[in-house]
Each structure stands twice: as structure tokens, then as C-alpha cells.
């Protein structure tokens, strides 16, 4: 079959460069046998021309890319070799250290061998069906990648699916996630577990149209004002600690921070959300009279909010967190979600003050707690956005108005001293006073995706 093939590319709006049979009648019995079902559930985003033949249908379905890039995560094993490498230390210096911090060697190792073991059967399978590919890992990842890339696959985790999606402005360009340790990460993100085993099948089924495109909405911002650096600070490969991220921040801010005078887009997407707030909760040191020894207080964050064009609210509060359908399932589920326990002691004291006449058995506050953690999903393809307010203070100066609700545009002002704003928990950027970021939703942004049945 692939001798049928020739250099021919056929370039199709929302579908990938397609290799070309020598004829177009035998190419268009190919199409229409095997991907008219599949076709049929592919929706493109609102606002995006529709297919208007079963034809131009079937193409637009297709997945055979010419040229991928394999972004691979960097193991535990990994990232402690490279931090003890530049102290000279051996391999046996190192397994010393790691019992010392209660770490196994072995354990790490073991980890780092099956993710690359999997790794190694993806590259394998994708070079075997004459695919081009490039490996990469985080710090070699670019642009230039991704301009190179038909497609760009991570092998990793939802770590790793959100730094290869980050990077990908174009929304032509899919992302497809590949668990490489299903025992020791969730991978919501990603294929199911067994095509981590079973790649070549995952591979065919995307040849035959057997899957469908899912458009994640994401998150884009807008900068302007003082108190802004726009160098980003990559905490995925720093793997920084939180008075080391500060000083990160600290390093660049006397040089580089600058007014930015009018609304500047930054170039990158968020696919979970967007978490602002004061970088250490801690930050403020008062010294002991005891020699090297301070102790800290608690630093709310000091904010003006306006949601959707509205008035302008002063709030204090332990950060601001605006998700995507993708992330209400991540951090945002976790700062919203009730508690047993919680929606016990509620539910009694509605009793008690005889607004309930129900029996009170733990079936019916399992099913209330649930379908209120459920009230916090949404599916990632709708095109808004939700906001969390965690832990607001409430007095005669501050208020919250809504600690949590939906928008479809959220403008901030800070008026922080040590603030960032950190993008999919993996690149943060400088927001002091003065700083205001206006974060919102364009269809034009939705990053596609793969669907596919176990």
C-alpha cells in the first residue's frame, strides 16, 4: 500500500497534510469505504466553514502526518542526575543522597526505565509506518519544534501534555498524549492506558478515521501597565522551590521590569488555568532576637477584579484561579469540591432548624455531595471560562460579591508586591502593582485533540 504513495500533499482545512494515492478515483474509494462513520461525529468549532460533501467530510477526518515531534517528559531519575551532576557527584554519591531524603534509587530507576521503554515504542511505530520524527525533550522543546511538526505528541503525563500544548498557537496543529507510567500518573489528558502498550493500534485507528476531534477551549492574556516583566520564568524546568521562584522573579525585576503601554497578548495558551496571587503567602520576615532565625506572617493578595465588563471590585484573598472546561476537572475541582463531612454537618443543621423533614442517611449525603462536585464540571469544548476566589476576605473595606461563577472575561489589576501569574502550573510571570491583565476566551485558540474509544 505505501508503494501507492507519492510526495503529493493534499493541505485540507482542519485536517492534516494527506499522502496521495496515484489516483484520485482510487483515493476517493478509500476515503468514502472506511471514514464516512467517522467522519459524521467530526463538529469543527463554531464560527469554522463546514464540509459540505462527504468527501471533503472524510478528508477533513484524516490523520497521517509527515513529520512528528515526541515531546518526552523528564524523569525524577533524570532531573536528580542533573542536579548533582555539576557538584561532580557519582552514581553512588547519589544513591546515598536519596536514602538520605527517603527516596529508593531503585524505585526511581525502575520508573525512568518503563517511561522509556514506552517511549522508545512510540518513536519505533511512528518511524515504522515512514513517519519522520523528532525527540525531544522540555528544555530543547521551541517554536522551531513545533513549526517542523505536523503534529506533536507528548509522552509523559498531564504535565507534559499541558508544556506541549502550551508552545502550539496554530489551531491546525493536533496534540495527542501518550501515558508513559500509567501506575504512577492519572493522565486525563492523554490516550487511553492501553493504547500506551498497544501504540501501532492507536496509530491505525487515527488512519482510518475511527476517532474525533475534540477542541479544547483555552485561555488567552493580555498585559499592560507597570509592575511587568514579560520574561517568563519556566518552573517545569527549574523545578523550583517557592523562595527560590521569588528569587527568580527577584534576578530579572530592577532591569527588566517595564510599563507596558498598550494591551500586550502573551504568546502562549492556557489549556488548565490561570492562577494569580502573591507569590509567597509568607513573604512578609520579621527577625527574632535570636541570631538567623525569622519568622513569617500570612500575605493576602490585593487585587481589583472586574468580571465581564463590570464594575471594579477591591478584593483581598489568598490568589485568583481561572480554569477551562479541561482544568475544572484539575485545581478548580479541588478548590470548589465539598467534603462528606461538609455536606454532613450542613445537611444536620438544616435539620435542626426544621428546614428538612428527610431522613439523613449516608446514601442521600453521598448522592448530594456528589451532585454538587459534579455542578463543578463542564466539558472542555464550551467556549467559557470559571473563576475561584480562594479563601476572599470579607469586611467593611473588602468584599466578594461571588467567590466562584462563570465569565467569559475577567480584567485584573494588581496591586501585589511580590505577585505572579502562573499559567498551567508550569510558566510564571512577574505581576506587581500596577500590572493588569484582561484574560479571556477566542474559538480561534481551541487546541485540537483526540477522542478515542478503548
Known sequence: MRAAYVSSVLCLPFSLPVHTPRTMSSYRRLLCCKCSAAAAVHRPPSGARCFTTRQQQCQAVLFRPSRVAVVAKTTRYEFEQQRYRYAGLSEEDLKELLALKGS???????????????????VHSLRKEGIDVQLVKRREYDEETVRWADAIISAGGDGTMLLAASKILDRSKPVIGVNTDPER???HLCLPVRYTYAFPE???????????????????????????????????????????????????????????????????????????????????????????????LHRASYYEISVDDGPWEKQKSSGLNVCTGTGSKAWSYN???????????????????EYLNVSLDRKLIEEVTRAYNDSLLYSPEEPKMMFSIREPIANRVFSSSRQRGFSSKICLR??????CMVVDGGTSFEFNDGAIASIMMDTEDALRTVLLDE
Open 202 to 296: 492507536a496509530l491505525h485507528k487515527l488512519y482510518r478515521g475511527e476517532f474525533r476531534w475534540q477542541w479544547r477551549q483555552r485561555i488567552r492574556i493580555y498585559l499592560e501597565g507597570t509592575g511587568i516583566n514579560l520574561t517568563p520564568v519556566d518552573l517545569h524546568e527549574q523545578q523550583l522551590s517557592l523562595e527560590q521562584h521569588s528569587r527568580a522573579h527577584l534576578n530579572v525585576q530592577e532591569h527588566k521590569s517595564a510599563e507596558v503601554l498598550g494591551p500586550y497578548l502573551l504568546p502562549l495558551r492556557a489549556l488548565n488555568e490561570v492562577f494569580i496571587g502573591e507569590s509567597l503567602s509568607s513573604r512578609v520576615n520579621y527577625k527574632s532576637c535570636k541570631p538567623r532565625f525569622n519568622f513569617s
Open 414 to 419: 494588581s496591586r501585589c508586591w511580590d505577585a
Open 185 to 187: 500518573s492519572e493522565g
Open 104 to 122: 529508593s534509587y531503585n524505585g526511581l530507576l525502575e520508573r525512568h526505565n518503563i517511561h522509556t521503554r514506552n517511549v522508545e515504542h512510540i
Open 335 to 353: 478548590i470548589n469540591k465539598m467534603a462528606f463531612q461538609a455536606v454532613d454537618e450542613v445537611l444536620k443543621i438544616a435539620k435542626k432548624q
